[in-house]
C-alpha cells in the first residue's frame, strides 16, 4: 500500500515538472515575442543579438519551473523559440506595416500637394514635376490621391505587400537568421543545464 502511494507520488511529481518545464518555456517565449517585437519598434530593426537572448530566455523560463531534463527540454525550448521568434517577428511587421499605412493616409488628406509630389515622385521626376504648369500640378497629385487612398489597413497591406516577392523574401531571410540565433542561445544553456544535472 506504502509502495503504490510513494509510486503515484513520484508519477504525479514527474508530470508536474513536466507541465511546469512547458509552463515556464511558453512564459520565457511570451517575454521573448514582446521583447523582441519591442526592441524592433524602438530601433526600427531587429538584432540577431535579441534572437539569442530569446533562446535564453526560454530555457531559463523551462529550468525556473523546475521542467524535466532531457530530450523532452530540447524539444520543447526548439518549439518554443520558433514560436517566440515568429510571433515577435509577426509582432514587429504589423507595426510597421500599420505605421506606414497612417503615415500614407495621414499624407494623403492633410498634405499639401509639393510634400506628396515629394513622398511619391523620384528626384528626377520631382523635379519635372516643378516646372509643370499649376494645373497639370494638380491634376498629378489628385491621380496620386485617387491611386493611393485606401480604405482599410487590410486593402493597403494586399496592394502593397501580399504580391511583394522582395518583401516575402527579406521578412523570410530575417526570420529563419533570428531562429537559428535564438535556438542557439536556448539549445546552449539547455545542453549546458543537462550536464550539471547528469
Known sequence: ???????????????????????????????????????GVLTDTTFWLIGLAIGAIVAFGYDLLKGRQGPLKIITIVVCVILAVFAGDIGYTCWNINAEYNELNTLLTSGTDDEIAQYFFTADAYEEYKTLNPLDKKYNIRMIRDEYQFSSLVEFYNLAYKDNSEFKSAFMKDMLFSIAAALFGGLSIAFKSNKKNE
Request: no cysteine; net charge negative; glycine share 12%.
Open 1 to 39: 500500500m506504502e509502495n503504490n502511494y510513494s509510486y503515484v507520488q513520484e508519477a504525479k511529481e514527474k508530470q508536474d515538472h513536466i507541465i511546469g518545464g512547458i509552463v515556464g518555456a511558453l512564459i520565457g517565449a511570451v517575454i521573448g515575442a514582446v521583447i523582441w517585437a519591442v526592441v
